[in-house]
């Protein structure tokens, strides 16, 4: 058994967003309805770099903005870890689908798992930016009904030109052949995650 620390989670590091428009009958089924427009759904995929203090390790996720009831928030679909620990807190605490994935932090940030390339991202130079905070909340299948995990997060925000390489085989294919709206880099970002509403 892999233990973890307690929620709420109080994370620190670097990411890179962009943000996507996906037809919506692409998206992997979700335990809540995506918002649409026309038949579009808004996805964010990141890049993310956690360092100490807290939890050090690499992640790659698509999140799609969803509703339930009067509350937006988003749902996870598909995430990916190099951290047994985080893995585990992720799936336990939250409900949150983490899988264990091999990380490459060269020219471009790339993400693989056992059955081959996920998606690479190439970031080109930012600035240093401006520090906005950002609030909500995830909601994720989580045994027999569902969990909301606030969130609030602060950073260094600015944007940047992120070039995103998907494999066309791969776990994250649904995103094709779009690509990203926009993309900004995060940096001296503070995450605090969860505790998760019950």
Do not use: N
């Not at 009958?25 to 990141?46: N, S």
């Not at 050090?56 to 749902?75: D, I, K, M, P, T």
């Not at 983490?98 to 693989?112: I, M, P, Y």
Request: glycine share 10%; aromatic share 8%; net charge positive.
């Amino acid at each position: 058994m892999v233990s973890y620390p307690p929620e709420p989670w109080e994370l620190h590091g670097r990411a890179c967003v962009s943000v996507w428009l996906v037809r919506a009958a692409a998206l992997p089924r979700l335990p809540v309805r995506p918002v649409t427009v026309f038949g579009w759904a808004v996805v964010g995929t990141a890049f993310v770099d956690y360092r100490p203090p807290g939890l050090a390790y690499h992640e790659l996720l698509a999140a799609v903005l969803v509703r339930h009831g009067a509350r937006f928030g988003v749902s996870i679909a598909r995430i990916w870890v190099d951290s047994e620990t985080s893995r585990a807190g992720g799936r336990e605490l939250w409900g949150i689908p983490k899988e264990l994935a091999e990380f490459d932090r060269g020219r471009d940030l790339a993400a693989r798992d056992a059955r081959g390339p996920i998606a690479s991202v190439h970031v080109g130079a930012s600035r240093s930016g401006v520090r906005l905070p950002v609030a909500g909340s995830t909601w994720q299948a989580f045994g027999d009904g569902l969990a909301r995990t606030p969130l609030r997060a602060t950073g260094r925000v600015a944007p940047v030109r992120a070039t995103w390489h998907v494999d066309p085989s791969g776990p994250l294919a649904w995103l094709l052949p779009r690509r990203p709206l926009i993309s900004v880099a995060v940096r001296r970002m503070r995450l605090r995650f969860g505790p998760r509403r019950r």
